[in-house]
């Protein structure tokens, strides 16, 4: 049961299941008499644990086998230099579609070690944010990758195609959207995300790698940000994460006795039909996001009467709805509903948004 339904985006809340196995197996871990955490990861114990991870990752996401799988450390950031790093060899350019926070900061990182071309931004369009797609730019087939964040948390923007180039590796930066949506991989060329959304703890970071991409990194790489080294060593160059990994693994589980991606993918739509429903219902919330672009993790609303947000928060806090605040660099409310926030935590802010416009507009 939960005491408390918690919107935060990140480290978010992860399934009760998976906390309550993690729980239950805390001091005795698999018969060993110790936990998880005090167990070299190089024994045939944790190894079965890291491919199980790695299997049902593959499994869930349906990962062609030309594809290899990264468990790393220095999470979602950790990854915007280590892309340009990489991929170095490939060319001194890079492009980028910023569509918001976060993939504004990866152009910052990539810039560091090559040209970081811009070549469109989300626009305003009829007073809503809308980002470009690619009949109104191209990408040029120079460029070393092409990078994009197809969902950004923090403005809650979401991104429902995929840039397309013959010759261009697509890099997408999934930290709040993987495993939300059946994908089909082979549309990219790198897919990475900081775990703390819908993977499991923060530090981590999952990288899945096209390995013709494999090999082009700047000599001054380090090893443990290598992804050839790390390939090379089943991402065990240095000792991984381990309990993060194992954790991942517990999610991954978890998530294929849902159903997988498909069925998450259904109730992920009906949690956010519901909460935008809400929204569009009443001029009490408002939404700035075009139609076409509303994230489905990181829902986005203002209060037509903004000195009424403090208020709307103590409350929602003793409904036991909690990290309801918006980003300091966007304001408002941020409802965070990744794969782990149930149907029932949607209906029950929906029904404390309604309450607290009743008894307040
Ligand atoms: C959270 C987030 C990051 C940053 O992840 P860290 O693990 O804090 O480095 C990067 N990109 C996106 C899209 C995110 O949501």
């Given at each position: 049961?939960?005491?408390?339904?918690?919107?935060?985006?990140?480290?978010a809340?992860?399934p009760q299941?998976v906390l309550?196995?993690a729980q239950a197996?805390?001091l005795?871990?698999?018969?060993?008499?110790t936990?998880v955490?005090?167990?070299s990861h190089?024994?045939k114990?944790?190894?079965?644990v890291?491919?199980?991870a790695e299997?049902?990752?593959?499994?869930?996401?349906h990962?062609?086998d030309n594809y290899?799988?990264?468990?790393?450390?220095?999470?979602?950031?950790g990854?915007?230099f280590?892309v340009p790093?990489n991929?170095?060899?490939?060319g001194?350019l890079?492009q980028?579609?910023?569509?918001?926070q976060?993939s504004q900061?990866?152009?910052a990182?990539a810039?560091?070690?090559?040209?970081a071309e811009v070549v469109?931004k989300t626009?305003?369009r009829?007073n809503m944010?809308?980002?470009?797609?690619?009949?109104h730019?191209d990408?040029?087939?120079?460029?070393?990758y092409f990078?994009?964040c197809?969902?950004?948390t923090?403005?809650g923007?979401?991104?429902?195609?995929?840039?397309k180039s013959?010759?261009?590796?697509?890099v997408a930066?999934?930290s709040?959207?993987i495993?939300s949506?059946a994908i089909?991989v082979?549309?990219?060329?790198?897919?990475?995300?900081?775990?703390q959304?819908n993977?499991?703890p923060s530090g981590?970071?999952v990288?899945?790698?096209?390995?013709?991409?494999l090999?082009?990194?700047?000599?001054?790489?380090?090893?443990?940000f290598?992804?050839?080294?790390?390939?090379?060593?089943?991402?065990?160059?240095?000792?991984p994460p381990?309990?993060s990994?194992y954790?991942?693994?517990?999610?991954?589980?978890?998530?294929k006795e849902?159903?997988g991606?498909?069925?998450i993918?259904?109730?992920?739509t009906q949690?956010?039909?519901?909460?935008?429903s809400?929204?569009?219902?009443?001029?009490f919330y408002?939404n700035?996001?075009?139609?076409?672009?509303?994230?489905?993790m990181n829902?986005?609303?203002?209060l037509?009467?903004?000195?009424?947000d403090?208020?709307?928060?103590?409350?929602a806090?003793e409904a036991g709805?909690?990290?309801?605040k918006?980003?300091?660099f966007?304001?408002?409310?941020?409802?965070s509903i990744?794969n782990a926030?149930?149907?029932?935590?949607?209906?029950?802010?929906?029904?404390f948004?309604?309450?607290?416009?009743?008894?307040?507009?």
């Amino acid at each position: 049961m939960h005491s408390k339904f918690n919107f935060s985006a990140g480290p978010a809340a992860l399934p009760q299941p998976v906390l309550k196995r993690a729980q239950a197996e805390l001091l005795d871990w698999n018969g060993q008499g110790t936990s998880v955490m005090e167990v070299s990861h190089r024994g045939k114990p944790f190894m079965a644990v890291a491919e199980k991870a790695e299997r049902d990752l593959r499994d869930i996401m349906h990962i062609p086998d030309n594809y290899k799988v990264l468990f790393l450390q220095g999470g979602g950031r950790g990854q915007f230099f280590s892309v340009p790093m990489n991929l170095a060899q490939r060319g001194d350019l890079s492009q980028h579609l910023v569509s918001g926070q976060w993939s504004q900061i990866a152009v910052a990182e990539a810039e560091k070690y090559m040209s970081a071309e811009v070549v469109a931004k989300t626009q305003t369009r009829d007073n809503m944010l809308w980002v470009p797609n690619q009949e109104h730019w191209d990408i040029n087939p120079e460029a070393a990758y092409f990078h994009y964040c197809p969902n950004e948390t923090v403005d809650g923007i979401e991104i429902n195609w995929v840039p397309k180039s013959q010759d261009v590796p697509i890099v997408a930066d999934m930290s709040s959207n993987i495993l939300s949506k059946a994908i089909d991989v082979s549309d990219y060329g790198i897919i990475y995300a900081g775990a703390q959304k819908n993977i499991g703890p923060s530090g981590l970071a999952v990288v899945i790698i096209r390995d013709d991409l494999l090999g082009f990194a700047r000599k001054d790489t380090p090893a443990v940000f290598d992804y050839q080294q790390q390939v090379n060593n089943d991402s065990m160059y240095n000792t991984p994460p381990t309990f993060s990994w194992y954790l991942a693994g517990l999610v991954f589980e978890w998530l294929k006795e849902q159903g997988g991606v498909q069925a998450i993918e259904k109730i992920n739509t009906q949690k956010a039909k519901l909460l935008y429903s809400c929204i569009d219902a009443s001029d009490f919330y408002g939404n700035k996001i075009d139609p076409s672009n509303r994230s489905k993790m990181n829902v986005t609303f203002q209060l037509a009467d903004s000195s009424l947000d403090s208020l709307f928060l103590e409350k929602a806090e003793e409904a036991g709805l909690v990290a309801l605040k918006g980003h300091r660099f966007v304001g408002g409310m941020r409802a965070s509903i990744y794969n782990a926030m149930p149907l029932e935590g949607v209906e029950a802010l929906v029904s404390f948004m309604q309450e607290f416009e009743r008894t307040n507009a």
